[in-house]
C-alpha cells in the first residue's frame, strides 16, 4: 500500500498514495485512497490514538516520547491491517 507522511509544525498528514504533495490541499486522495484513510481513521480510533477522518493528527509539546511511540505502534498496526486486506 503506498503511502506518506508529512508534517509541518505541529500538523502531521498521513496520506495512502504515492503522488508527492506539499500541503493537505494538494492531497488529490480518490475513492481508494481515502477508503483507506477512513479504515486508518477508524483503527486508530478502536485503538487509544485521536485521529482527524482525513488523515490528520496534531501533535503537542505535552506528549512524552511514550505518547509519541504509543501512537506511532498503533499507525503501523493500523497500516498492516489495511495491508492486509488489500491484497
Known sequence: VPGMVKGEGSFVAVAFTDRPFNSFREMSLGPKE???????????LNHGVIMIPYGLMVLST??????????VEQALGGMREIAKGAK
Open 34 to 44: 481515502i477508503q483507506a484513510v477512513f479504515a486508518l481513521h477508524r483503527y486508530l
Open 62 to 71: 505535552a506528549m512524552t516520547e511514550a505518547d509519541v511511540d504509543f501512537m
